[in-house]
């Protein structure tokens, strides 16, 4: 059935800016860009990992009012203190000064914007993570089965 996430996707008031934020910074590698049926850019297509990509949606005009119940993109890192000092160096803006908090579920996480104003979280697993644990029962449960 479901088999993984395969993209989020974001519309764009100020795409180059978030463009250059999603490559720039955080360094996602632009894949393809699709055009409408006038020719013009509808969609690029940024690599997150070998099967996960984030869409960017340009648009104009005003941006409308909130709708959904969209919170935030969760992206997890190897190394919590360089991903947070290397966006930083990059000019990504930092929640609470850059400080990494530790979450409820064990997780060391820090939290920045794009430039559309939507939430991004970089989240360090834990040895004793409430989410490793569970990745590694996931894990047990397909190599025993």
Not at 48 to 62: A, N, Q, R, T, Y
Not at 91 to 101: Q, R, S
Request: charged share 30%.
């Amino acid at each position: 059935m479901i088999k993984s996430i395969g993209h989020a996707a974001f519309d764009c008031y100020d795409y180059e800016k978030t463009l250059d934020f999603y490559t720039r910074i955080l360094g996602f590698e632009p894949m393809f860009d699709l055009p409408n049926d006038d020719g013009e850019l509808w969609i690029t297509y940024l690599r997150v990992s070998d099967e996960i990509f984030i869409e960017l949606f340009p648009k104009s005009g005003e941006r409308p009012a909130k709708s959904g119940s969209y919170s935030h993109l969760c992206l997890e890192v190897d190394d919590i203190e360089i991903t947070a000092k290397t966006v930083t160096e990059r000019g990504a803006t930092l929640d609470n000064g850059g400080k990494i908090n530790t979450g409820k579920d064990g997780n060391l996480q820090v939290w920045t914007k794009d430039p559309e104003g939507n939430r991004i979280e970089f989240m360090q697993l834990m040895p004793d993570c409430l989410q490793l644990r569970a990745i590694e029962r996931i894990k047990a449960t397909k190599i025993a089965g």
